[in-house]
């Protein structure tokens, strides 16, 4: 068994405020390194309880931001780990060759999606840019929108924690996938959170249920050619994504973009995405 794991920041117990995912001019390192060593305990949780359950391999993707946050001396020995630069971003490493195949996914520290009322930092891949995805007219987070790229090389969600927030929204668009709350959302920059010792033994748990309930687990597959459309910030946005051949001007806020399977919708989503947060502001 070989499972992949996604771990973002914004969702790990213990994180309630977006000043404690990054560093900058105006934001200070300290929180944000307190936050590194979070992500590394919750998706050591993970490993631990796959490795334990009988996984031969476990490959983590560092997911947030610039994907270099967590640090390989933390990491439960046997994983390996994805980290620098990612073309594939959230999904990187999964469908390339034999090695980019998988039994499972679990999604750790993952966050509600742009607009959630209560969702701690919810946001959809870019709080700057993106608004809105919907796929086929339904709206999808970031957890749904990596595992339609997932679920095109037949790796399932088993697994996902994260805020209550999060945990509805998932029990909507994945419902058979496990979910792990270590967080309740008071507002998105509110939380009333786990410890972290609680919150890992909670994904510990899950993951032993999500490999015990892994003949139930599916692929989130939408009925193709999917259909995608995304509402940014800004016109100026709109203007830079829909330069791309094939898209379309919906709205002055909205573009629109049609893909013949799962593993093209998430590589056009991800260039429209970056694309829209060209514009210097
Ligand atoms: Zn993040």
Redesign the pocket.
Known sequence: MRIYVSV???GLAGVGHAHQ?HYGPTVDRADYDRSRALMAGEANAAIEAAFERGAREVVVND???QMRNLRAEDLHEGARLLIGDKPLSMTQGVGDGPDGAFDGAAFI?Y?AGAGNPTGV?SHTYSSATVMEVRVNGVVHNEASLNAIRLGHFGVPVMLVAGDDALAAEIETVLPWAERVIVKRGLGYSLTDSLSPHDAAAAIRNGMGRAIERMGEMELHQPSLPLRGEMDVRLPVMADFAAVLPGVERIGPRTIGFEAPDGDSFYRLFVCLMRLAGVPAL
């Open positions: 973002d920041m914004e995912t997911s947030h931001w520290g966050h930092i």
